[in-house]
């Protein structure tokens, strides 16, 4: 609300300035014009006033003379005795020519004491003069006075006369008649050209008698008796002498003014119009009103151009206040410290500056000094860190206040809140009366330039002390740094080697090379490497690696840095390496068998020829490839359990059977892994490869010898007993229920005995068959030997399906056995066991077999007895 009323006052206040002063010049135009035409009225009044009195006068003058004249002629006529006559009196240089105008040629008339004319000129005269009472006056008073008469409408010619009249005497004293002279009033009027009226101006003489006038207008004489007028009474606004018409015989409006002729009862009026009596008011009016209009206009634009200049100062303060705002925010928000100090004086003369006053900060300009902002603004240093005086910043801003000239510097301090040393960089500036000081705490960034430099002399350290030559460049090529290393490979000092001279130290037939190669690199920007030569002042050669790569900013190339690695040993070890490289692979390839080398990463990094043979087969070269890509995945699964073994640092061998190719090939394969110069780490291993299916073929047929039985073909107690070991483990592996069965043939020695050995040898190969055709294939029967059998059953379901089996071979025991016409009845016993999960060698399972064997012969045989003897064995009776 305040806002608005503020806004309304500021809005209305120049416009109303403006209008009051228009009104107040227009109402000072309009009382001065007021006031000249009040002083141009009366100074017209005055002026007509002066013409009516020069009027009045003239022809109250001219009155007199005639009025004189009668007089004259009075005496005349009575010197004369009544003889003389008008004529002579009128004559030319007469009596009446020395008192009036002969041009005049005045009416007049004698009359006799009874009233006849006796003698007339001039004009007419009506014959009853003697009524009138003028006559009658002059009759009957002695007394020599002349006589105006009323004036007097002459019936003819309508004109108003003024009457002069005076008694003529007898010598006796007697009335003898009177002398009478008509006066035509006109005649005063007619005359105004002496009265110098403006044009259009009015001159009447008006009786105050009757109220006739005559008047006269520039050329046109106006006799009437009907003008009516006043004569107001004096007053504060009209002039005493004004004369009013109360109706006016004509269209000009004229200011009259008037003179009393009292002795004639006539009033001289004069006329002049208003137009030309005014014209000089209305001409200066026009100038006030020019001028107020003007001035109106002036101050209308004065007081727009005020406005506008007032919305522009409004708009300017308001931007100034903005400005000062987002001042004052910059200042908040900046990471300075920033301070407005003004200067506290001394009084006197000199004035000199004792101290500052906080005129202004920010909120980290107090943040700085420990206070809050409004607390130490306005305090003066002293009051709030007295250690800007003792350390000599209030001198230094003294000096910048009175010299003028800005100064900037960074310095240590350990006088702020925290007592911790700052590293501060400030800015004093003179401002009027004071300095604007800008502080900002540098103390990280001087820390990281401690750390810079520590890091560049670290680097330059290393530069010197590192094992390769470095070189920079700048963007155009030149050399503009070399190490000591560089030198000392080069044999260039650093002055030799800065520029282009550099290129000196390398040999002739590669300096082209490099050149042409550098040339390159400037356009690639892709990093440079080569082996070059260098050559000494000396002559001596020095084999280098040269590397360059450019330094590259936001696309732009803006130098180049080159290392420089001796590496004329390496060189000479490297070929010796490969001279023993080369004499080793002559020898892997001299051998039968494929030797390869496989990295930590599985990726075949050597082979021999034969390898290569073996693995080339397809045209692929196996280097530089993994083991699963040149062997394939499924290979790959069952070589990676013994991959995995040698990179753990085992030494192992294994069979692989490859079944590639048509025929099914078996290979003996050996890793060797093979550990870093540490020997901590295994970074790869050997493999030997070698073809052994003749050899395993071999082996496998004296295996399979050594396990059958010569006489029945089954298998051997050997082989038994290797069985009876694999089924136990897979039967503890699978949790499998597995059964044993030990079995004798019963009296198999009488047979023997009656039919002979080889009755025997047959019953025995019989009984076998039986056995065979009896059981399973996937049942191991076995002759351990004479006439006793096992059966190993793996895999059974329940522990009937075994005994099931032994009931089986029992039944079909007892059938004659014809041997070649020879017919043998016999039976066999059978002691059956289980296994299943038990701590239990092969030979106490076998053992406990045995037992129910017995048991089942002591039970009188042709029978067999399972499940765990009756009486167990002891633990060792295996
Ligand atoms: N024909 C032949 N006889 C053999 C062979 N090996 C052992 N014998 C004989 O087999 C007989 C085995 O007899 P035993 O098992 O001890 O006695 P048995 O007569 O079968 O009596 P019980 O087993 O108690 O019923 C012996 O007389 C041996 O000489 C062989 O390879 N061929």
């Known amino acids: 609300m305040r806002d608005f009323f503020r806004r309304l006052y500021r809005a209305i206040l120049l416009p109303a300035f403006g209008l009051a002063l228009l009104i107040f010049t227009w109402a000072a135009v309009t009382y001065q014009v007021r006031q000249e035409r009040h002083t141009a009225h009366y100074e017209a009044v005055l002026h007509s006033q002066s013409l009516a009195r020069t009027l009045a006068e003239h022809s109250t003058h001219l009155l007199r003379q005639v009025d004189h004249a009668t007089q004259l002629f009075k005496l005349k006529y009575e010197e004369t005795g009544g003889a003389l006559r008008l004529a002579d009196f009128t004559r030319k240089n007469g009596l009446l020519d020395s008192l009036l105008p002969t041009k005049l040629d005045l009416p007049l008339a004698i009359l006799d ?20 009472p003028v006559f009658r006056n002059h009759a009957g008073n002695p007394s020599d006075v002349s006589l105006v008469a009323t004036p007097v409408v002459d ?56 109220g006739m006038s005559a008047a006269r207008i520039d050329d046109q004489v106006i006799i ?11 007053s504060a606004t009209q002039p005493a002498e004004e004369f ?20 004639y009862l006539l009033t001289a009026v004069v006329g002049d119009p208003t137009a030309s009596a005014m014209a000089r008011f209305e001409r200066r009016r026009n100038i006030y009103f020019g001028a107020a209009a003007v001035v109106s206009v002036l101050v209308t634009l004065f007081v727009y151009l005020l406005m506008r200049q007032a919305h522009r100062l409004r708009h300017t303060a ?97 006088f702020l809140p925290n007592r911790a040393v700052h590293w501060l960089h400030h800015q004093i500036v003179p401002i009027t009366d004071g300095v604007a000081v800008t502080v900002r705490d540098i103390t990280s960034r001087k820390e990281t330039e401690l750390a810079t430099r520590q890091q560049q002399a670290e680097l330059t350290a290393v530069n010197d002390a590192s094992p390769l030559g470095l070189l920079r460049a700048d963007a155009s090529g030149h050399c503009t740094y070399v190490n000591r290393t560089f030198e000392l490979i080069t044999g260039l000092t650093r002055e030799e080697a800065l520029g282009d001279a550099w290129m000196r130290a390398v040999h002739p037939q590669d300096r082209v090379v490099l050149k042409t190669a550098l040339q390159h690199m400037a356009h690639t920007r892709a990093p440079y490497q080569d082996t070059l030569r260098c050559v000494h002042p000396d002559g001596m050669i020095v084999w280098v690696s040269f590397k360059i790569a450019a330094m590259v900013v936001d696309g732009k190339v803006y130098g180049y840095v080159g290392t420089v690695d001796d590496i ?35 990726v075949y990094r050597f082979h021999n020829v034969a390898y290569e043979r073996e693995f080339n087969r397809t045209g692929s070269t196996v280097l530089g490839r993994s083991i699963r890509e040149t062997l394939g995945a499924q290979r790959y699964a069952f070589l990676e359990p013994y991959v995995l073994r040698a990179l753990a640092g085992e030494t192992l061998t294994f069979e692989e059977d490859d079944d590639s190719d048509t025929t099914e090939r078996t290979y003996e394969v050996v890793y060797i892994p093979q550990m870093d110069e540490d020997g901590a780490n295994v970074i790869g291993f050997h493999v030997m490869r070698q073809d052994i299916t003749v050899q395993k073929r071999e082996k496998q047929r004296l295996l399979r010898l050594s396990q059958v039985d010569a006489l029945t073909g089954l298998t051997n107690r ?15 592996t699978n949790a499998n229920l597995m059964a044993v069965m030990y079995m004798d043939i019963d009296r198999f020695k009488p047979v023997n005995d009656t039919f002979g050995h080889a009755v025997g040898d047959a019953l025995l190969k019989a009984f076998s068959a039986r056995l065979t055709h009896t059981m399973r294939a996937s049942d191991t029967i076995a002759r351990l030997g004479g006439d006793e059998f096992t059966i190993i059953m793996e895999r059974i379901h329940r522990t009937d399906d075994a005994a099931a089996a032994a009931a089986k071979i029992v039944t079909a025991m007892q059938a004659d056995f014809d041997l070649g016409g020879t017919v043998v009845s016999i039976s066999t016993s059978i002691g059956l066991t289980y296994y299943r ?34 009486h167990p064995p002891a633990s060792n009776a295996a």
């Open 224 to 234: 009437s008796d009907s003008i009516d007028f006043s004569v107001p009474q004096p």
């Open 568 to 602: 004329t040993h390496v060189r000479k070890s490297v070929m010796a390496l490969r001279e023993s490289e080369s004499r080793l692979r002559t020898i892997a390839d001299t051998l039968p068998a494929m030797v390869a080398y496989i990295d930590a990463e599985q």
């Open 113 to 132: 004491r009874d009233g006849r004319i006796i003698d007339s000129m001039n004009g007419y005269f009506a014959p009853d003069l003697r009524r009138q």
């Open 155 to 210: 019936s003819r010619t309508k004109k108003w006369q003024i009457q002069i009249s005076r008694r003529l005497n007898h010598p006796d004293g007697s009335f003898a008649g009177i002398i009478m002279v008509m006066i035509d009033p006109a005649y005063f009027v007619e005359d105004h050209d002496r009265l110098n009226v403006d044009p259009g101006g009015a001159v009447m003489l008006i009786s105050r008698e009757n």
């Open 718 to 732: 050997a082989g038994f007993l290797q069985k009876l070991h694999d089924a136990m483990a897979a039967s503890r």
């Open 318 to 414: 308001r931007m100034v206040i903005e400005a000062q705002l987002m001042l004052r925010a910059a200042a908040d928000a900046s990471l300075d410290a920033v301070y407005m100090f003004k200067a506290c004086r001394m009084r006197g003369a000199r004035r000199e500056i004792l101290d500052f006053t906080i005129a202004d900060l920010n909120e980290r300009g107090a943040q700085l000094m420990g206070y809050r902002r409004a607390d130490i603004k306005d305090k003066r240093l002293v009051e709030v860190m007295p250690d800007l005086h003792s350390k000599g910043f209030v001198e230094k801003y003294r000096h910048v206040l009175e010299s003028r000239q800005p100064l900037e510097e960074e310095f240590e301090v350990d």
């Open 837 to 870: 999960d038990e701590d239990l060698s092969p030979a106490e399972l076998l053992n406990r077999a045995d037992i129910l064997l017995y048991e089942a012969k002591q039970a009188g045989r042709n029978t067999f007895r399972a499940g765990l003897p009756a």
């Open 244 to 263: 009013l018409l109360k109706r006016r015989f004509d269209a000009v409006d004229r200011v009259y003014s008037y003179a009393e002729m009292p002795r």
